[in-house]
């Protein structure tokens, strides 16, 4: 692993990859304090997207070929139901107890490379995931359930709390459709 990098990664110096079997020996030098993490990353993530359960991509740092962060996406849905959300689709004539979302089931930094924007530029790299998705099949959301110390990180990023919870994860969202909406009206692309 390099020294420490002490500035902002550019995301210029990033490669995104889908994790694959030749990445299987990067994946134990990748750093966290976090074992839950770490084990998803070396022991899960292969046989998961093997599953199609989850996509997990790679963010290697080009200048040294570090395996920096991770980011584990799934489909899902965002479950409304006793939520303040509810009452605001069904103001909108939308009855559903849930909502297509696309969930962050994992995000990482390796340790070397926290606070260099990686994890900001993931986030946003997650919002392309689900602005193209949008395109072929509709998903409203973004979901994470969000770990208590990640809990600012995400608020940060302009998620908020669907409901909140005395132990475990916390489930965020972020709203997309005015996202969607600002791009539509110009005829661009997201990024």
């Not at 420490?4 to 304090?33: A, V």
């Not at 302009?158 to 489930?171: A, M, N, Q, V």
């Amino acid at each position: 692993m390099s020294n420490k990098i002490k500035e902002s990664i550019p995301i210029d110096d990033i490669e995104i990859k889908p994790i694959h079997y030749k990445h299987k020996t990067l994946l134990n030098q990748f750093k966290t304090n976090n074992k839950e993490l770490k084990d998803f990353l070396t022991e899960d993530a292969l046989n998961n997207q093997e599953m199609c359960i989850s996509k997990t991509y790679l963010w290697f740092y080009k200048p040294t070929g570090d395996l920096i962060s991770y980011v584990t996406l799934m489909a899902d849905a965002i479950r409304i139901q006793g939520t303040h959300l509810q009452s605001y689709f069904r103001e909108q004539g939308i009855p559903y107890k849930s909502l297509p979302a696309l969930k962050i089931g994992r995000l990482c930094v390796d340790e070397q490379f926290e606070r260099k924007s990686i994890g900001t530029q993931t986030t946003l790299f997650t919002m392309t995931k689900a602005f193209e998705l949008n395109k072929i099949a509709s998903c409203r959301f973004i979901i994470v359930d969000a770990k208590r110390e990640a809990v600012n990180f995400y608020k940060k990023k302009g998620f908020s709390i669907l409901r909140y919870r005395d132990k475990g994860t916390i489930p965020m969202y972020y709203d997309m459709v005015a996202i969607y909406k600002y791009f539509e009206e110009r005829k661009e692309n997201l990024f």
